[in-house]
Structures are given as structure tokens and as C-alpha cells.
């Protein structure tokens, strides 16, 4: 499988707990994304590489959260002291910048997201 | 007013029916536009872009009215398989991260 892939599916954790979760790319893409989904919500943008870059970040995006990409590949996306509102799906998604794509290059493809509950 | 904003149903259609979905935005600085399928507790897959001149692919036909900051994607004889959340999505252009109407629930029924 050669889609984005994520790690872990599933996390619990007790309220104040520091918790890191995983995301592998597609291969060629450049770009990777992090994405915060609740029930009923779509999915909220917190962060996005380009290369190691981090070049955006959300005002969601608290001083309890932070996220990586050191070589430019994979990412992790650590949350510190967590709460109960941080109670979410957690999603990444990838896409290959560049204009030679046409008007929409920006096509993000997801992985299947973990999802972390905050007891 | 949401960045985007999608009726959240949920739709009950019969199958074999054609269903429509409408969206708007408000950010008219936005220059891609897509439609995503949700399926329950699974991430969003991306269904198909829309372009200016509108587009289809297959039973799917997507519109874009920049004018009116208006989207819509309309699904020609529904299958059961097509039940899903169907989600408007936007980009400010460049790469910036997606910004997801909440997601109209679509139930087609046998």
C-alpha cells in the first residue's frame, strides 16, 4: 500500500499525559498536513509542511502542540498535557506541490487518521 | 459566516435517484475547489476537483459560479455505495491546508 499511513489508529490516554502519533507520506509528496476531525465537524487544518519546512500553523494550533517533519518525510504531531477537548481524530494528508498539475494541484490525499481519546 | 458552509441533511434518497449537493464559500480569494466522500469513521478520500468550466466523471458532475461563490456536485443514478458524507472543500490557493464545509450526510435507500 503506497498511500499515506498512520501510527497508531487508536490512542487512550489519561488527562495530562503527553501523547506523539505518526504520519508516513506518500513517497513523492512534498507536502504534509495535519488535520484535527470531531464528531459531526469536518475535518479543521492545524499545520502543513513543505519539505522539513513547517510554513503554516493554525490559531488551533495551542503552545501544547507541536509538530516535525526533521528529513523532510515522515511527521509526528505531539501533544503535551493533554486535556479532554483534545478528544479527536487526528488526520494527515499529503500532496505533491507544484503548478504542472493545473489549477488544482493542491489534491490532498488523507490517511486514515488516529484517533485519540482523553479520559 | 463559515468559510464554508453545506446544508449537513441528512438526504434520504431513493436508489436510482439524482441527488444534489450545494455549497458556499466566502473567501472569494479561493482558487481550488474539490468535493470529498467520507465514509462513517473513515478519513475523507478525495471524490473529484472542480474546475471554472465545470466537469464530470461519470455519474458525478461537479460546478463551480466563482460569482456567486457557489459549488455543487450532482450524482446521476445513486447507487447504495453512495452513501457517505460528502464534504465541500476550498483552498486559498498555493498550499495552504483545506478548509471543509462540515458535510452533508447522504442515505440512499433500497
Known amino acids: 500500500d503506497t498511500g499515506v499511513s498512520q501510527d497508531p489508529r487508536h490512542k487512550i490516554t489519561k488527562r495530562g499525559q503527553n501523547v506523539t502519533f505518526r504520519c508516513d507520506p506518500i513517497?513523492?509528496?512534498?507536502?504534509l498536513y495535519w488535520y484535527r476531525q470531531t464528531l459531526g465537524q469536518g475535518p479543521e487544518f492545524l499545520t502543513y509542511?513543505?519539505?522539513?519546512?513547517?510554513?503554516?500553523k493554525s490559531r488551533l494550533l495551542s503552545d501544547r502542540f507541536s509538530a516535525e517533519r526533521p528529513k523532510g518525510s515522515f511527521s509526528t504531531l505531539e501533544i503535551q498535557r493533554t486535556e479532554q477537548g483534545d478528544s479527536a481524530m487526528y488526520l494527515c494528508?499529503?500532496?505533491?506541490?507544484?503548478?504542472?498539475?493545473?489549477?488544482?494541484?493542491?489534491?490532498?490525499?488523507f490517511g486514515p487518521g488516529t484517533r485519540l481519546t482523553v479520559l | 459566516r463559515k468559510e464554508v458552509e453545506q446544508d449537513p441533511g441528512p438526504l434520504n434518497v431513493p436508489e436510482g435517484a439524482t441527488v444534489a449537493f450545494n455549497c458556499t464559500y466566502s473567501?472569494?480569494?479561493?482558487?481550488?475547489f474539490f468535493w470529498y466522500r467520507q465514509d462513517c469513521r473513515k478519513e475523507p478520500k478525495l471524490l473529484m476537483s472542480?474546475?471554472?468550466s465545470g466537469n464530470e466523471d461519470g455519474r458525478f458532475t461537479a460546478q463551480l459560479n466563482r460569482a456567486s461563490q457557489y459549488i455543487s456536485l450532482l450524482i446521476r443514478d445513486s447507487k447504495l455505495s453512495d452513501s457517505a458524507t460528502y464534504l465541500c472543500?476550498?483552498?486559498?490557493?498555493?498550499?495552504?491546508?483545506?478548509?471543509f464545509g462540515k458535510g452533508t450526510h447522504l442515505i440512499i435507500q433500497p
Open positions: 472542480v474546475y471554472s
Open positions: 473567501n472569494s480569494a479561493s482558487q481550488s
Open positions: 494528508a499529503s500532496s505533491l506541490g507544484g503548478p504542472q498539475r493545473g489549477a488544482n494541484y493542491n489534491e490532498q490525499f
Open positions: 472543500v476550498v483552498n486559498r490557493g498555493g498550499a495552504d491546508g483545506l478548509t
Open positions: 513517497s513523492e509528496h512534498n507536502r
Open positions: 509542511f513543505q519539505n522539513e519546512a513547517q510554513l503554516e
